[in-house]
């Protein structure tokens, strides 16, 4: 119905939809501009955006110095150290050393990420020596450009423009102090000494006695693989949570050296790990888990750029490396776990799940499979192929007999097997653990029992029952142990697949 407003004035009706006596307005929505409005209906509803999961590539494939092209778009070179170079070629991002100490250059996705996620890139170093660090990390990034004065070689502060977001309840806790201009400031990771008003007073190690600048606050929440050192193989991962972490794990990885190797830092919110794949093509699955975390792990709603960091030590080093990155991406993965045993995984995706030619069984012995060979249900055992690749056939008909026969006069397993009963009573093939003849009525380890004119079949898909010593068999006409009453001719054919 309508209702009219300002009845006396001649004033404007409102279309209403009463309830209990009350009148409520109706709105008509519409899309579009207020000249151009289209209204909702049903032929013309509401857009709904398409929120599908991030995936997050930069590769650099354009050439020249610094960021170019499209990954100038979709990152920023926040300081190139003094001596260091920054460039693309070859389809490459190409950052060299230089050998002036306490150098840093820093690149950072314009990008962040948040909750689940998979982070990867491709690292070659021209060679590992000491007094260098090369750093790829996701943080949060707490502020930049912020104004800092040293107060002595062991203390600054540096000052928040209008809101501090630490109190006292924050000093110990560890945040990264970089891109610094001004004095000889050394970056690194850093603890918070105290809390004042706008200032945070960290303690530092070995910087100039005075001065002041410029410098970036990042790394209070970070998961991060770090090379250092001389081994070409070895890296450090680990990760930060509102300023703690449990120190890093020295892991063993492919290596560095050409043609490099492709690492995946995989966080899922509850644990994170680090894997590492070599970029040369193989016929295997590439992926190996390499080191992992389950505390100390960012929270779900905190936001993580990317970060590409090269710094050189205190000490300055003896020549340049160089630093080729071939690609760096993330992607959001979403918390869709899976569940092979009863326990959470440990850093819940290292790797991507593969199921191959091989099986788990008997609380951890791997038994290779036939290629091709489906497993399905409880296993339980080994199970293991003939060497034609498939299990062997022991064909069945019945003599006038209780049809004693070894099958298999070693261990081995039943895996399925076929067989009909051609008469108008049961039939029973009895199954025994041993390497020789079998007696009839004596030592049964398991009966198939076969219907009048009837079918008894079981798939040689199955996942198979173990015998110890050796696989044999009898064929009765009672269902007990005991019974060794022969059965007739052409009563039981039929197939039994073994392994």
């Not at 979709?74 to 190139?80: I, K, S, V, Y």
């Not at 690149?107 to 060679?127: D, P, V």
């Not at 918390?335 to 850093?347: L, S």
């Amino acid at each position: 119905m309508s209702l009219e407003l300002n009845q006396s004035g001649g004033g404007e009706t409102l279309a209403t939809h009463v309830s209990a006596g009350e009148h409520y307005q109706v709105l008509k929505l519409a899309t579009g501009g207020t000249t151009e409005a289209t209204p909702v209906s049903e032929t013309a509803p509401l857009p709904v955006r398409n929120s599908s999961p991030l995936f997050w590539r930069v590769g650099f494939a354009e050439v020249g110095a610094g960021l170019q092209g499209l990954a100038a778009a979709e990152m920023t070179l926040l300081q190139t150290g003094a001596g260091m170079a920054v460039s693309q070629s070859g389809g490459n991002l190409v950052i060299t050393t230089g050998t002036t100490a306490n150098s840093e250059t820093v690149l950072r996705s314009n990008l962040t990420f948040k909750g689940s996620m998979l982070a990867r890139y491709k690292a070659i170093l021209s060679q590992r020596i000491i007094n260098q660090t090369f750093r790829f990390e996701l943080a949060d990034l707490i502020g930049s450009g912020l104004s800092y004065t040293i107060n002595s070689a062991t203390s600054v502060t540096v000052t928040f423009p209008t809101t501090n977001p630490f109190t006292a309840a924050n000093v110990g806790q560890s945040l990264r102090l970089s891109v610094i201009t001004g004095a000889a400031g050394i970056p690194g990771r850093y603890p918070i000494a105290s809390v004042s008003g706008l200032t945070v007073t960290f303690t530092v190690s070995a910087w100039p006695a005075s001065g002041s600048g410029l410098l970036t606050l990042y790394g209070h929440n970070w998961l991060a693989n770090e090379y250092t050192g001389t081994t070409a193989t070895n890296s450090s991962f680990d990760c930060q949570r509102r300023g703690w972490n449990s120190g890093a794990t020295g892991a063993t990885i492919n290596t560095t050296a050409s043609p490099g190797h492709v690492a995946q830092i995989a966080f899922d919110v509850l644990s994170a790990s680090l894997g590492d794949a070599l970029v040369a093509s193989t016929t295997g699955y590439q992926w190996a888990s390499r080191a992992s975390r389950i505390e100390n792990i960012p929270d779900e709603d905190v936001s993580l750029y990317f970060f590409v960091v090269v710094q050189n030590g205190s000490t300055a080093p003896a020549s340049t490396t160089t630093l080729t990155v071939g690609f760096v991406q993330v992607e959001d993965q979403g918390r869709d776990k899976v569940r092979i045993t009863t326990a959470d995984p440990v850093g819940s995706h290292p790797a991507p799940v593969q199921v191959m030619n091989t099986l788990t069984v008997n609380q951890g012995t791997m038994v290779a499979l036939p290629a091709g060979t489906n497993a399905i249900g409880d296993v339980g055992g080994q199970y293991r192929a003939n060497a034609t690749g498939a299990a062997s056939i022991h064909h069945i008909v019945s003599a006038a007999t209780t049809n004693p026969l070894n099958v298999k006069a070693s261990a081995g397993r039943v895996v399925g097997w076929g067989l009909v009963n051609t008469t108008a009573s049961y039939q029973y093939v009895k199954l025994h653990n041993t390497a020789g003849t079998p007696t009839a009525g004596a030592s049964v380890a398991m009966t198939i029992a076969i219907p009048p004119n009837g079918v008894n079949n079981s798939p040689p898909s199955f996942g198979g029952i173990g015998f110890a010593t050796g696989i044999a068999r009898t064929i009765v006409t009672g269902s007990a142990d005991t019974d060794a009453t022969a059965t007739t001719l052409g009563a039981v054919v039929g197939d039994i697949y073994f392994a």
